[in-house]
């Protein structure tokens, strides 16, 4: 049976609401987004989609994004699946998320949006073996967007075993005290190599990728638990409070304890 936990596929819906206008992030993850209600300008990478219902948004770790506009009083509801950058390793899925030829919006077809539908309705039965069937129709949904984006006739790929060795390595340690020397070391390799390797197959830097694997979680904390900040802080990797602060103001344009009292879910 095919193995999707190493992947943390996860599955949400949030509603983007005029107060949440401007409000940029970028996540450690993969995502794709279907807008179900409303319409308004989404922003990726500095570039205006204007985005309706039935339209799919693919989103990497690398552009920021915001709302610039919505244009419905009752916001733009949202579904969102969610997966580690390893998924699409040795895939040709790669080249949704970092070829500069693919599309970041496209109208779902009829197919599509029924597979997400699918996808939703397992989420919430959890009925037995839900994550292999998400998984599955996962791939079902890359495949049919690299048809739209034509893209199934490129041997797009970023990533090679070194890079796939570090992904996992930062995926199982980022909440440790994690350094790009310490992989190089099993990789064989110079640290200046590793990090050059990784900056121009990822888009990001190393520091840059953990730190945003980390403000992940901790959103997802900050949402979930009672925590004190500073216990995510530490539970997510960072040695104190003043670091995390400043890393999640970076990243989210507000601090953690403002985040949690407005209760707004930056997940996109």
Not at 23 to 33: A, D, I, R, T
Not at 71 to 85: A, C, K, L, M, R
């Amino acid at each position: 049976m095919l193995d999707f936990s190493n992947y943390h596929i996860t599955v949400y819906k949030i509603k983007a609401a005029n107060s949440d206008i401007r409000q940029y992030y970028v996540s450690g993850h993969f995502k794709l987004c279907i807008i179900n209600k409303g319409e308004g300008v989404w922003e990726i990478g500095n570039r205006p989609y204007n985005v309706t219902c039935g339209d799919i948004v693919i989103l990497n770790n690398r552009e920021n994004r915001a709302f610039s506009e919505i244009h419905s009083e009752y916001g733009v509801n949202i579904t969102v699946i969610d997966f580690d950058p390893e998924f699409v390793i040795n895939t040709q899925f790669a080249g949704l998320f970092f070829s500069k030829d693919a599309k970041s919006r496209i109208h779902g077809t009829e197919e599509l949006i029924r597979l997400f539908k699918e996808i939703e309705t397992e989420e919430i039965g959890k009925l037995v073996n839900f994550g292999t069937i998400i998984g599955a129709k996962l791939i079902n949904i890359l495949a049919l967007l690299c048809r739209e984006n034509d893209m199934l006739h490129l041997d797009y790929n970023p990533f090679d075993n070194d890079i796939a060795f570090a992904l996992k390595y930062i995926e199982q340690n980022y909440t440790s005290n994690i350094s790009i020397s310490e992989i190089a070391s099993q990789l064989h390799m110079s640290c200046n190599c590793l990090s050059k390797k990784f900056s121009r197959s990822m888009r990001i830097s190393f520091t840059e990728h953990v730190i945003q694997k980390r403000i992940h979680k901790a959103i997802r904390l900050l949402n979930t638990s009672t925590k004190t900040v500073l216990d995510i802080a530490l539970e997510c990797g960072f040695n104190n409070a003043a670091n995390f602060y400043k890393a999640f103001k970076k990243t989210t344009g507000t601090t953690p304890k403002d985040y949690r009292h407005t209760n707004k879910t930056i997940y996109y």
